[in-house]
């Protein structure tokens, strides 16, 4: 089939985020005529186009920068996520034997979906996840692309203020020494999320350009590793079972350890069973299990511009990054996961920073946790929502010149959007499921699939060649797994089974 002829439009900045500073990708026409916009090409020419006197570019004019293991430490960021504070929740709902089998076949997975973005890419030379499916299935397949990123984003960007709507309570009920939790304002975290949304968030969000905040990105690593760190060092601190007022002590060590004698006297055989872990476990809630891994480990809209701003660029070197960035992530997954689980067994709620509220309301290291991953989320929004305003402009303006008023607007109408679900959903376990079950499927295992089975060409790889067959499995096992996810997540909301999962 012919690609559709079109100019089209692709953004890239050195982080690896997309930029609302538009830059043409020219596709060439018939009889080897070219389109461009003359007005952009001067200065663009200059400022990003410049090719290399000594090598010719493999894909773009465009002349990546970007060392290798900076990209490993973006890509790794990228996947990262507030994924991982809903994963002790999984294995608690799975078991570890399984958790961990499910953990491995999903990283395998999202590394074969790279590598069929990656096969795709080199054959079109197109570096960015729209434009591959612009170039299988043309508009309709650009606008699908830019739909389930779009709806990854929104999920992600909900999972981020529902941490600020729960967390910063009781930050603030800390910070003022209070035990018990007040009807003032400022301990409403209805409230607060859209306090930070409106005074913070915002601001920075009407920005055209948001490339400086890609500094923020080593930030938010570092605070999920100070996370890990915590929820490992806390698991040989708490003890099992907690007693029933072991969240109004004091916060002094030298008492907590005292209680924590006086527990472990009366060891009856329901708090040994009760703090057991389970191996293999099957309930109504193993059902967000996968859709709780797919969402923690999509990245795939940003491998491509990864890609293009990686120095000596080759599919065989991005590979090598996507994978080494995948493993990392998965040995933090599992263990924030395992250790998080070893900590309150069944009792861990959907989102585990939450459960140490349960331990002590006044601890300063889940103190300083509690901070640093509020601080690192909130300066994550705007980041995550500029793709998603670049993406509602290519669908409802296409080829319109920008203007401050719908700027703006769109900036307003998603934060004000994101900001109803947060405050009317339930808990965050509905948002990593449902967003875990629809867009990261699509992304992860259905799109690449297909993309790859149509832009690859026909002589090179017939239809009924291994790799084509593989990549339709692929794309098969995908749908099935969204179909099955959002079944028993629609059959558990029916059953109202689902508030188990919420936060107490």
């Not at 079109?6 to 596709?27: A, D, R, W």
């Not at 973005?117 to 079109?124: D, E, H, M, R, T």
């Not at 990054?321 to 997954?333: F, G, K």
């Amino acid at each position: 089939m012919e690609a559709p002829l079109q100019t089209e439009m692709v953004e890239l900045v050195p982080n690896g985020k997309h930029s609302e500073g538009l830059l043409p990708v020219i596709t060439p026409m018939p009889g080897n005529q070219r389109v461009e916009d003359p007005a952009r090409s001067c200065m663009e020419g200059k400022s990003f186009l410049q090719k290399s006197p000594s090598k010719e570019p493999h894909f773009t004019d465009f002349e990546g920068k970007t060392s290798f293991g900076m990209s490993v430490f973006n890509l790794s960021n990228a996947i990262m996520g507030s994924g991982i504070l809903g994963l002790a929740y999984a294995m608690a709902n799975t078991g570890i034997i399984l958790f961990l089998f499910l953990l491995t076949a999903v990283a395998l997975l999202s590394s074969y979906s790279i590598h069929l973005l990656l096969k795709s890419s080199g054959v079109v030379g197109i570096r960015a996840y729209e434009q591959l499916g612009y170039r299988a299935f043309g508009t309709p397949g650009k606008l699908a692309a830019a739909l389930a990123i779009t709806l990854q984003n929104i999920g992600a960007m909900s999972s981020y203020l529902y941490i600020i709507k729960s967390e910063l309570p009781l930050v603030i009920q800390t910070f003022l020494n209070l035990e018990e939790k007040t009807s003032d304002w400022y301990m409403n975290g209805n409230y607060l999320v859209i306090l930070v949304s409106v005074t913070i968030i915002l601001p920075l969000a009407l920005m055209r350009q948001l490339g400086y905040l890609g500094y923020s990105s080593g930030f938010s690593l570092s605070c999920m590793v100070f996370f890990l760190i915590a929820v490992i060092y806390k698991k040989f601190h708490v003890p099992c079972p907690l007693p029933p007022n072991f969240n109004n002590t004091t916060g002094n060590f030298s008492h907590m350890e005292i209680v924590k004698e006086k527990v472990q006297l009366p060891v009856e055989p329901e708090a040994s069973a009760f703090c057991t872990p389970s191996y293999f476990t099957l309930n109504s809630q193993t059902a967000y299990t996968i859709p709780i891994m797919a969402f923690a480990f999509v990245c795939h809209p940003e491998v491509l511009p990864i890609y293009t701003e990686l120095k000596d660029p080759s599919k065989k070197k991005m590979q090598h990054i996507s994978n080494l960035s995948i493993a990392v992530m998965y040995i933090m997954y599992f263990l924030a996961a395992l250790f998080g689980y070893l900590t309150f067994y069944n009792g861990v709620e959907s989102e585990l920073l939450h459960t140490y509220s349960k331990v002590d309301s006044f601890d300063v290291l889940i103190l300083c946790v509690r901070v640093a991953v509020l601080t690192a989320v909130t300066l994550t929004v705007p980041i995550v929502l500029f793709p998603v305003r670049r993406a509602i402009q290519q669908m409802l303006f296409p080829n319109q010149e920008f203007t401050w008023l719908r700027h703006v607007l769109i900036a307003i109408g998603l934060l004000t959007s994101i900001n109803l679900l947060v405050i009317f959903a339930p808990n965050i376990l509905g948002i990593f499921g449902v967003i875990g079950a629809t867009s990261a499927p699509f992304l992860i295992f259905i799109f690449p699939a297909i993309f790859y089975f149509r832009i690859m060409p026909t002589e090179k790889e017939p239809a009924r060649s291994t790799p084509k067959i593989l990549a339709l499995c692929f794309a098969v096992l995908g749908f099935l797994l969204m179909t099955m996810s959002l079944s028993f997540i629609i059959i558990d909301w029916a059953s109202g089974t689902s508030r188990h999962g919420g936060n107490h």
